[in-house]
């Protein structure tokens, strides 16, 4: 947890003055979390976390590049951590209610081995308010433990925390 903050202390002090826009974005994979994991091993209900923070770029004509780190953790036996640097693209001009991103990334994950990880996916995002919105992500990721990709659809919220649009001193009018 330690490394977690950190991490996301470091990525903050560095892209908070040159950038646009921060948000954090925390989602759970809602099937294991209500049905349970298929594998009897692992337990009936797990949780699956996974805390994004996201620094969004300058907005183009049809959406914009960004990037995140994240950490995801799942509670299982022994318990799964994974740390990733993610790249992505936004497309946000297609309407006033939904963004929708693609985006891969690179990682590494400690469940009991520490070792390479990669995933792409896909997020939908529902936009409530201009600082909220709710957020459906679809992964295929490559885990450590596993030898095949997984599809991971988790739910979740997105809130951005630092919007520099509205806190520049000279806004042009």
């Not at 646009?20 to 989602?27: A, E, K, N």
């Not at 759970?28 to 298929?38: E, H, M, R």
């Not at 963004?99 to 070792?115: F, H, N």
């Not at 792409?120 to 295929?140: E, H, M, P």
């Given at each position: ?6 991490l ?21 994979q ?32 049809i ?28 497309f ?29 996916g ?34 979740g ?17």
């Amino acid at each position: 947890m330690k490394k977690l903050v950190l991490l996301l202390a470091l990525f903050i002090t560095a892209t908070t003055f040159s950038q646009d826009r921060i948000g954090l974005s925390v989602q759970a994979q809602p099937k294991l979390i209500t049905v349970g994991d298929s594998n009897v091993e692992n337990g009936k209900r797990i949780l699956d976390l996974l805390v994004r923070v996201k620094q969004d770029y300058k907005q183009g004509d049809i959406g914009y590049w960004n990037s995140a780190l994240s950490y995801q953790y799942i509670a299982l036996d022994t318990s799964y951590s994974r740390y990733a640097l993610q790249g992505g693209y936004t497309f946000n001009k297609f309407s006033n209610k939904y963004k929708v991103g693609l985006y891969a990334d690179v990682g590494v994950a400690d469940r009991g081995d520490i070792g390479f990880t990669y995933a792409a996916g896909i997020d939908l995002n529902y936009i409530v308010t201009k600082r909220f919105s709710i957020t459906l992500t679809d992964q295929f990721a490559r885990r450590t433990d596993m030898d095949e990709f997984q599809n991971i659809i988790m739910l979740g919220l997105t809130i951005d925390l630092i919007d520099e649009e509205e806190y520049k001193i000279f806004k042009k009018k």
